[in-house]
């Protein structure tokens, strides 16, 4: 049941076009909006709290009288309109009957419970209901819950009705979330990227331009500018040689590199804040 609660939630909040956020927290988000109500009785604050498995009640009592919450005489209707009768979901004990006793909430003070559905409790092992409620609900369709309270010996009802599905303002934010994280690396991956392309035209640069050629260079120019080298060395000629094959091959390359490098450098992004290529 569980299963196919979240897969449908599922369908619906994937027709909102997500692409950043996963299908189980689609499924495990829920959000309930009141489509009617029932004012809650003076002297009460009565709110409700979906989770991705329970409904949470937090009833209030702001009155001057002692009120109670009758779980016998309170029921939940599901999306098909059958009624069945809730118990509060954190008193379960194994000692658990069909009648339960009602909660008792003096002046000034809360109750916080989670409501269970009586048909869906073991009474064989009492400690657990098999399905929350919220398995029972269908996206887009309405539920309702009427809490019997008892108040200065008068039994007052109080219905809420829901409508329930995930909370697509939380998935929204979500979204842009991860929207803008994707954004971001991408940023970085394209940054370094380029960066890494003008790293390497600098260091073919210097390379080629400057080891390569510029060693020639020198090579070249002691060769032919020395005298004593050129008149007790025979291979005077061949040394020029050695000097001048990689001066005339690295220089070219140093300036084509040298140009790329510039190139490369005018087409880096803007750097993104707080990034350091590495």
């Known amino acids: 049941m569980l299963i196919l609660a ?82 509060p979901g954190n008193s379960l004990r194994k000692d658990y009957t069909v009648v339960t006793a009602p909660t008792t909430i003096p002046p000034g003070s809360k109750i916080v419970e989670a409501i269970v559905r009586e048909s869906a409790i073991h009474l064989a092992d009492g400690t657990e209901a098999d399905e929350a409620l919220v398995e029972r609900w269908a996206v887009g369709k309405d539920v309702a819950v009427t809490l019997a309270l008892m108040i200065d010996g008068d039994t007052v009802y109080h219905t809420q009705r829901f409508s329930v599905g995930p909370d697509h303002e939380y998935l929204a934010i979500l979204e842009e979330q991860r929207k803008k994280e994707k954004a971001r690396k991408s940023a970085e991956i394209l940054y370094q990227k380029r960066y890494d392309k003008f790293t390497a035209y600098r260091r073919n640069t210097w390379l080629f331009g400057g080891l390569m050629g510029g060693g020639g260079a020198l090579m070249t120019v002691m060769s032919a500018t020395d005298p004593e080298m050129r008149a007790d060395d025979p291979y005077w000629l061949t040394t020029i040689g050695v000097g001048v094959v990689p001066m005339a091959i ?21 750097k993104p804040v707080g990034y350091e290529p590495e």
């Open 6 to 87: 979240l897969s449908l939630m599922a369908t619906v909040a994937w027709g909102q076009d997500y692409e950043f956020v996963t299908a189980t927290e689609i499924a495990t988000t829920v959000k309930m909006e009141t489509s009617e109500i029932t004012e809650a009785p003076e002297g009460s604050i009565i709110t409700w709290k979906p989770t991705a498995r329970d409904l949470v009640l937090e009833v209030e009592n702001t009155g001057t009288m002692v009120m109670q919450v009758d779980w016998n005489s309170s029921a939940f209707v599901d999306i098909d309109g059958v009624a069945s009768g809730i118990v």
């Open 250 to 270: 690295g220089i070219p390359l140093g300036i084509h590199f040298y140009k790329k490098a510039k190139q490369a450098k005018g087409k880096l992004p803007s």
